[in-house]
C-alpha cells in the first residue's frame, strides 16, 4: 500500500506539473488578453501599459520560471475578468460541477450496467436487441445535440423543465441526463460483452449444474467479475465527465467549472484557465488512485499480490 501511495504522488507531480506547464505555453499562443480586456480599438500605449501591468512584457521564459514558483504555493494570481483570485473561482464553481457529474455517473450507472445484463441475459430477445438499439443510438447523437432536442421537448414545448441555471433541482435534471447519455450507452454494450464472456465460462455452467438460481448466478457471480473491468471504466469515464461537462454547461448555462473555463478561453484569462487545469487534474489522478483501492476490494487476487510485493 505504500508503494501505491508513493507512486501516485509521483504521479500526481508529474501530470500536474506536465498540464500546467502544457496550458502556461498553449495560453500564450492563443491570443493577447490585453487585446481581450482594452477591446479592439485600443491604442498600442493602453495595450502595452496593460501587458506591462499584468507581467506579459517580459520574456516568456521568464514568465514561466514564475510560474512555476507560483505554483509550489498554489498562487496563480488574479483573474484579469473578475479582478479576484483565480484559484477562489475555481473553487467556488468547482461544486456545481461535482454535483452535476455525480448525478450523471449515478444515472449512467444505475441503468448502464443493469440494462447491459439484462441485454446479455436476453440477447437473442427484443429486449436484448433493444438494448443494443439504444446503446447504438446514445453513442450516435452528440451531447450537444440531444442537449438541444431535450430542450426543444421538455423545456419549450411542454414547459416541464426549466431550460437553462441553476436554481433548484429541476434544473439539474436535463443537463445531468443530457450529460449521462454518451457514458450509459457505452456502459450498456461493455457491461453486455463482459456478461456474454462470463456466460460462457466454466463457473457458470458449474453453477447451473448444481442448481443455483438464476438470480444468484447473475447478481452474486456474474455481476460481481463485471464489476473489476468496470471500475477501471468509471474511473476513465470520471475525468471524461469533467471534459464533456464544459459543452453541457455552457448549452444549459450551467454555473459550474467548465461554463467558467469556456468563458475564460474567450476572455484569455490565463489564471483562471491554469487554475482550474490544475484542479481537474489533482481531481483526475484523485480518482485513479481510489479506483485502484477499490480494485483490491473487488478482486482479492490483486490484494493477495499486492500484500506479497
Known amino acids: 500500500m505504500a508503494k501505491l501511495l508513493r507512486q501516485r504522488l509521483l504521479q500526481l507531480v508529474l501530470v500536474i506539473l506536465g498540464l500546467s506547464s502544457l496550458v502556461f505555453f498553449l495560453v500564450r499562443i492563443s491570443g493577447d488578453p490585453a487585446s481581450a480586456i482594452a477591446g479592439a480599438d485600443a491604442d498600442p500605449e493602453t495595450l502595452a501599459a496593460i501587458r506591462s501591468n499584468l ?15 507560483d505554483l509550489l504555493v498554489l498562487d496563480f494570481g488574479d483573474s484579469y475578468q473578475y479582478r479576484s483570485d483565480a484559484m477562489a473561482l475555481v473553487l467556488d464553481r468547482f461544486p456545481a460541477s461535482a454535483l452535476l457529474t455525480i448525478i450523471a455517473m449515478l444515472i449512467a450507472v444505475g441503468l448502464g450496467v443493469p440494462a447491459g445484463v439484462l441485454g446479455a441475459v436476453h440477447r437473442d430477445g427484443l429486449l436484448g436487441r433493444a438494448v443494443n438499439g439504444l446503446a447504438i443510438l446514445g453513442q450516435s447523437v452528440p451531447n450537444f ?37 454518451f457514458i450509459c450507452a457505452r456502459q450498456m454494450r461493455l457491461v453486455q460483452a463482459y456478461t ?9 455452467r458449474t453453477a447451473n449444474s448444481l442448481g443455483y438460481s438464476t438470480r444468484r448466478i447473475r447478481y452474486r457471480h456474474i455481476l460481481r467479475n463485471v464489476t473489476v473491468p468496470m ?26 467549472l467548465g461554463r467558467l473555463m469556456v468563458e475564460s478561453v474567450t476572455a484569455r484569462d490565463y489564471p483562471v484557465l491554469q487554475a482550474g487545469v490544475f484542479v481537474i487534474g489533482v481531481l483526475v489522478v484523485l480518482i485513479n488512485f481510489i479506483v485502484d483501492l477499490l480494485y483490491q476490494v473487488v478482486d482479492p487476487r490483486l490484494k493477495a499480490q499486492l500484500v506479497t510485493r
Open 55 to 69: 507581467g506579459l512584457n517580459e520574456p516568456v521564459l521568464v514568465q514561466y520560471v514564475r510560474f512555476l514558483g
Open 145 to 181: 445535440v440531444l442537449g438541444l432536442v431535450l430542450i426543444m421537448i421538455f423545456a419549450v414545448s411542454l414547459g416541464w423543465l426549466p431550460s437553462f441555471g441553476g436554481d433548484g433541482a429541476m434544473s439539474l435534471i436535463l443537463p445531468a441526463v443530457t450529460l449521462a447519455a
Open 196 to 204: 456474454l464472456e462470463e456466460l460462457s465460462k466454466g463457473y457458470v
Open 231 to 256: 471500475l477501471s471504466l468509471v474511473g476513465l469515464e470520471l475525468g471524461q465527465f469533467i471534459a464533456g461537462s464544459v459543452v453541457i454547461e455552457s448549452v444549459f448555462s450551467w454555473p459550474g
